[in-house]
C-alpha cells in the first residue's frame, strides 16, 4: 500500500511539472510583427503577418503548435537561426490533431523573406483545406523566397508539394536543405518539391530523399 502510495505522488506531481511547464509558455496567435524569441511559444491558432509589416525571428526559438495552426504571410518573415542554434516550427505533442497547417506565402508578399538554419516538421495540408491543398509545408504564391540550411520533414500534401509547392515564384533560392519523408497524396506530385512557373528557382546543394507521390 505504502508503494502505491508513493506511486501515486509521483504521477501527481510528474502532472503538475508538466502543467506548469505548458503554463510557462507564452501563447501567441493572430497578428504577429516586430521580434519573437528567444524561447518556446504555445501557437493555439492561426499566425499572420500582415502586409507592410515584418516578423523577425531570432535563434533559439520554437514554436510548439496544439492544433491544425496555418502561418499566414502577407508581409515579410525572417527566421534565420545558427548552426547551432535552430528555430523549430513542430507539434506540441506527437498527435495526429497537433499537426499544424505550414508557412504559407501569399501573393503580395514580401520577396526578402528568409528562412535559415530552420526545422519544419509534421506539416499538413489536406482535404477541405485552404490554398488548394498544395504545399504541406511551405507553399509560395508568387513569392519568392530564400531558403537555406533548413529541415522539412514528415510533412503531407492532399494534392503536389509534400515538403514545398511554390508556383510563379521568380528568384527562388532552396540551398543546403534537407527535404525527407516528406508526401504528396490523392495522385499527387511532387513529394518532396513542386516547382511550378519558377524557371528562375536556385535548386542546389540540397538532400531530397525518401518522399513520396502518388502521381509520377
Given amino acids: 500500500m505504502h508503494i502505491k502510495k508513493q506511486l501515486y505522488v509521483w504521477v501527481l506531481l510528474g502532472l503538475a511539472l508538466l502543467w506548469s511547464s505548458a503554463l510557462a509558455q507564452p501563447q501567441i496567435s493572430g497578428p504577429q510583427s516586430g521580434t519573437l524569441g528567444p524561447g518556446t511559444y504555445l501557437v493555439v491558432g492561426d499566425i ?5 509589416t515584418t516578423l523577425t525571428v531570432v535563434p533559439g526559438t520554437t514554436f510548439l503548435h496544439n492544433g491544425h495552426w496555418y502561418w499566414w504571410i502577407a508581409g ?3 527566421a534565420e537561426g545558427t548552426a547551432s542554434d535552430s528555430i523549430k ?13 505550414g508557412i504559407r506565402f501569399m501573393s503580395g508578399a514580401s520577396a526578402a523573406s528568409t528562412l535559415e538554419y530552420c526545422v519544419l516538421d509534421n506539416a499538413v495540408i489536406s482535404s477541405g483545406t485552404p490554398s488548394s491543398y498544395k504545399g ?3 507553399f509560395s504564391d508568387g513569392v519568392g523566397l530564400s531558403i537555406s540550411h533548413t529541415r522539412i520533414s514528415n510533412c503531407d500534401a492532399y494534392w503536389g508539394g509534400g515538403g514545398m509547392y511554390i508556383q510563379n515564384a521568380p528568384d527562388l533560392i532552396v540551398e543546403h536543405c534537407l ?4 508526401e504528396a497524396t490523392l495522385g499527387a506530385n511532387g513529394g518532396g518539391i513542386y516547382l511550378y ?4 528557382a536556385a535548386i542546389s546543394y540540397n538532400v ?9
Fill in 136 to 138: 504541406g509545408g511551405i
Fill in 208 to 216: 531530397i530523399a525518401r518522399n513520396s507521390a502518388t502521381g509520377t
Fill in 76 to 78: 515579410q518573415l525572417n
Fill in 197 to 200: 512557373g519558377c524557371a528562375q
Fill in 179 to 182: 527535404i525527407v519523408d516528406n
Fill in 48 to 52: 499572420r503577418v500582415a502586409t507592410g
Fill in 89 to 101: 516550427f513542430i507539434r506540441q505533442q506527437e498527435i495526429p490533431d497537433h499537426r499544424w497547417g
